[in-house]
């Protein structure tokens, strides 16, 4: 679905409009395109100590320009700002306030990374403090960038160094045009898991992914990025949506399978799908899922049951399949489809909700039972997206939807696609049991 107030105000009398107006002025986001050039511009690292000075080494690996001081007016692709070595609050000044006089600096469409340690009880207060602190800077900043700018954090766990495969993988992530609708939000990275791919723009070359609900919408558009990016597609859906879904699979060249993922040997049938016609499965995207809203003052059995039967209860029974599975071994993904609704609630939307956050239980539980075959498991969680569903929503509350936000607009199927495609990746081997929340820093909850 098109966001035309978006494409006004970017257009020469709707912009001039707007600003005499004083009405929000949305930006068209720097997404994605194979091939793309990584940053258009010099980027900025800042930071003291040797974790610094490695992230610039490794982006000099990358072929890309970068800058340890910023010159007076320059344009800045990004700017990466490398706390990992704070020991109290006071650490925080110099590096923030060097940011702060480099901004104006940062390109439409520029990015902000922190990398930093997450604070623990363990933790001297002082220590735990200026952590912590860098958890308000980064959801603050976010909300201060302008013209479809981004800032994300990366978070290193014990042992982690700052240019682990995982942590540059996430890095890469986050500079690039995949995170457009990613902002305000951190990933942790918890071991120094994650070979860099052999081709960037092909990371999941050689490897079999199942998407189930891939007929249409965010699933389809799952569909085409996992195969974009390399893979052999299996996608799944329900029998009605047989036609639909045979024009996805033929359009990824891969296979469809009709399924009701509620019937009790789901998982069976995908692995035995995935064996017998491509000879192995290495990652599963849970997206399928229905609403069925009522106030729950409203609410009845059928409405309940079902909305967790799709969306909670078919996943954990698939699960299950793929950990007693001989042939889920090899590094395995699974990769679910949660939303913002199940973190901040909405209402008329307790079933789905709860489905949701149940999803988000189950993949912090699933986490460690993946681990010992060097698996992961995640989540990404949508806000807003154009969707036919979302096209169905009363004109004003869309609006108002699409606005509430720090990106001022709603995002794209493909937006979801990209975050689940890298969570698929060997560069994100060391990123389990999190979710990512693909909703441009809503303002409710985010």
Request: charge should be positive.
């Amino acid at each position: 679905m098109t966001d035309t107030y978006t494409q006004l105000v970017n257009s020469g009398p709707g912009r001039t409009i707007a600003r005499r107006l004083g009405l929000p002025q949305p930006a068209v986001l720097r997404r994605y395109r194979p091939g793309e050039k990584l940053a258009s511009a010099p980027v900025l690292v800042l930071g003291g100590g040797s974790g610094a000075d490695s992230v610039a080494g490794a982006l000099l690996d990358w072929d890309l320009d970068v800058r340890r001081h910023a010159a007076p007016k320059e344009k800045l692709a990004a700017i990466i700002l490398v706390l990992d070595g704070l020991t109290r609050p006071e650490d925080l000044s110099a590096p923030l306030l060097a940011a702060g006089a480099a901004l104006r600096g940062l390109v439409p469409g520029g990015r902000v990374v922190t990398i930093s340690r997450p604070a623990a009880a363990s933790d001297a207060p002082e220590l735990a403090a200026a952590r912590q602190g860098v958890d308000g800077i980064l959801r603050s900043l976010a909300k201060e960038l302008r013209a479809g700018a981004t800032a994300n954090g990366i978070l290193l766990g014990d042992g982690v160094g700052a240019v682990s495969p995982s942590a540059l993988g996430t890095l890469r992530f986050f500079l690039s045009g995949r995170s457009a609708f990613v902002d305000g939000q951190f990933l942790a990275v918890s071991s120094d898991a994650g070979p860099a791919p052999q081709h960037w723009d092909a990371p999941l070359a050689g490897k079999v992914a199942v998407v189930t609900g891939a007929a249409r919408g965010i699933g389809a558009a799952i569909a085409r990025t996992l195969h974009r990016d390399g893979a052999t597609v299996i996608a799944v859906d329900v029998p009605a949506a047989g036609d639909a879904l045979a024009a996805v699979a033929n359009e990824v060249r891969g296979t469809a399978l009709q399924l009701d993922i509620t019937r009790e040997d789901a998982g069976e049938r995908i692995i035995e799908h995935a064996v017998q016609r491509h000879g192995r499965l290495d990652i599963v995207v849970h997206n399928a899922g229905i609403t069925r809203d009522k106030l729950l003052a409203n609410m009845d059995a059928a409405r309940w049951d079902s909305v967790i039967a799709v969306n909670i209860a078919a996943q954990l029974r698939i699960n299950d399949a793929l950990l007693a599975a001989d042939s889920f071994r090899e590094s395995p993904r699974i990769i679910s489809v949660a939303s913002t609704s199940g973190i901040a609630g909405n209402r008329g939307q307790t079933n789905y909700a709860a489905s949701k956050a149940a999803v988000v239980g189950m993949v912090r539980s699933t986490a460690p039972l993946l681990a010992a075959h060097g698996g992961t498991v995640n989540a990404v969680a949508p806000g807003f997206i154009e969707t036919e569903m979302t096209a169905k929503i009363p004109f004003a509350t869309r609006e108002v939807a699409r606005r509430l936000n720090s990106l001022q607009q709603g995002g794209r199927p493909s937006d979801v696609a990209e975050a689940i495609a890298f969570f698929a990746s060997g560069p994100a081997a060391g990123v389990t049991g999190q979710v990512l929340r693909v909703c441009g820093q809503n303002l409710v909850g985010a």
